[in-house]
């Protein structure tokens, strides 16, 4: 049976209550702090549902010999807003922790949002999962254990290990160019961060004191402005950032955004008079859009959950990165299934958080069930060591509670690139898998390496196709 709750109040205070147990006695509430007024958290959320149902049909999780079904209960904490509401993930975490009474929490995916909530899961001793990038998680897992930090799991990976990967990717197309694999020129280059706490590391104080700045030169490229970019524009539009960069030669812009404010600074993009660019080659009608942007993986049929649409095709050439199986390709032996079920029952592709947020509730029962117990402080051992092979890749965590993702001789949890083309439809681009072992061994680029590509569409629609990088 199911039995679906909603509570309203102010702060935008919804409660949605997932019941798949036959008694409440033998129930574990699983508490999601989730921003559920946009399709990143409904995303989050489908993919948690779509474990729970495969968990408890299975016949649930077995807690010292008794059966016990997972149910969800969730707080929006429209987190995803350009806001970006702190107090709404503090009020979120309080109320599952205080009023719900959950057993263990799982969610939040802003670390702004999540960094102000650690505290209260610390002081409470409340078993946490959560999917920030911020580095900041980890340090506070580190400062603050045996303070109740040791309660607290990152279970995605942090800009670290983020970089390690999909950081490498304009560097191969740099290479693609002067090894005259495609016609882009993308030397002079452009770095936007939101302004949100996950970029803070690479933007730094921006321009040529960013850290980026002199590792971008050393591999190649001329960085023309680095700087972190407002989530709300002055006026509704970014027309005068986009005027700086014509003005400073852009030729190539590296996007770094995970909130809803991309469809506007691309339909900006894409409707600009780029004549002032003196950079951009003859045919190149606007400079090459690449990077992490969690909008531009949404792949749905309609105008509020297709990106293409969402821009109003000005996404076309975008490339995207992401982790998990965005698209149909085969990571592990549980990606395409995965993939299908979830598309199969959301109409829609699963985005960057999805394939953790399914996975968490995997390694949690493993762990709750190998302490025969649903204490957290019992559950912690096990859960510190969770080897799981999920749809997007391995789960280790480190000992401050973060994932472990070796690269050398592949990554255990591989990044994978996407193109928006002209067509409206989005294509696999590009994997870390889909190169020679050991190409980034020791976080540098081996000479002699290959890097290979699949669907290029140049910015202004010509098709290259596939090619391979030899560094």
């Not at 045919?283 to 992490?292: K, Q, Y």
């Not at 789960?395 to 928006?420: E, T």
Request: glycine share 10%.
């Amino acid at each position: 049976m199911v039995v679906v709750l909603v509570v309203a109040g102010v702060g935008g205070y919804f409660v949605y209550q997932y019941e798949t147990a036959t008694s409440a006695s033998h129930t574990i509430t699983v508490g999601m702090p989730l921003p559920l007024n946009s399709i990143i958290g409904q995303n989050m959320l489908d993919s948690a549902q779509l474990a729970v149902n495969q968990i408890n049909a299975a016949g649930g999780v077995n807690v010292n010999g008794t059966m016990y079904k997972y149910s969800i209960t969730t707080y929006d904490t429209e987190e995803a807003d350009p806001s970006i509401p702190i107090a709404n993930g503090i009020a979120g975490v309080t109320s599952l922790i205080e009023t719900d009474h959950v057993n263990f929490l799982m969610g939040g995916y802003r670390s702004d949002v999540v960094l102000s909530e650690l505290p209260i899961v610390a002081q409470d001793k409340e078993l946490y999962i959560t999917f920030g990038a911020d580095t900041g998680i980890s340090q506070y897992v580190t400062n603050n254990y045996s303070k109740g930090g040791e309660y607290i799991f990152n279970g995605f990976l942090n800009t670290t290990n983020q970089n390690a990967q999909y950081g490498a990717l304009p560097v191969f197309l740099l290479y693609a160019y002067l090894e005259h694999k495609i016609p882009t020129n993308i030397t002079n280059i452009a770095v936007l961060g939101e302004q949100a706490a996950w970029t803070e590391a690479d933007i730094g104080a921006g321009g040529p004191a960013s850290p980026l700045w002199p590792i971008l030169k050393s591999v190649g490229f001329n960085p023309v402005y680095i700087e972190q970019f407002p989530l709300s524009p002055p006026g509704g539009s970014y027309d005068s950032l986009l005027s700086t960069l014509a003005a400073d030669g852009t030729q190539a812009i590296y996007i770094l955004a995970a909130g809803t404010e991309t469809p506007l600074l691309i339909s900006n993009y894409g409707a600009f008079n780029w004549g002032g660019d003196a950079a951009l080659q003859p045919g190149a009608v606007r400079p090459l859009l690449l990077g992490a942007d969690v909008m531009g993986e949404f792949n749905g049929t309609s105008s509020t959950d297709n990106y293409f649409k969402m821009t109003n095709g000005a996404s076309a050439g975008e490339m995207d990165f992401g982790w998990g199986p965005t698209l149909p390709y085969a990571i592990t032996s549980t990606s395409l299934p995965f993939y299908n079920e979830f598309e199969q029952n959301y109409s829609i592709n699963p985005m960057f958080a999805d394939g953790f947020v399914y996975s968490a509730f995997f390694y949690l029962a493993d762990a709750i069930e190998k302490a025969k117990s649903l204490a957290p402080l019992a559950v912690i051992p096990y859960l510190q060591q969770t080897n799981f092979t999920g749809p997007m890749g391995q789960v280790q965590f480190s000992s401050s509670h973060g994932l472990l993702v070796p690269i050398d001789p592949n990554p255990s949890i591989p990044a994978f690139g996407m193109q928006w083309h002209a067509n409206g439809e989005l294509y696999p681009l590009w994997s870390s898998l889909w190169s020679t072992p050991n190409f980034l061994a020791a976080d540098t680029f081996q000479a002699g390496s290959t890097v290979s590509f699949e669907n290029y569409q140049c910015p202004n629609g010509t098709e290259v196709g596939d090619f391979t990088v030899v560094l």
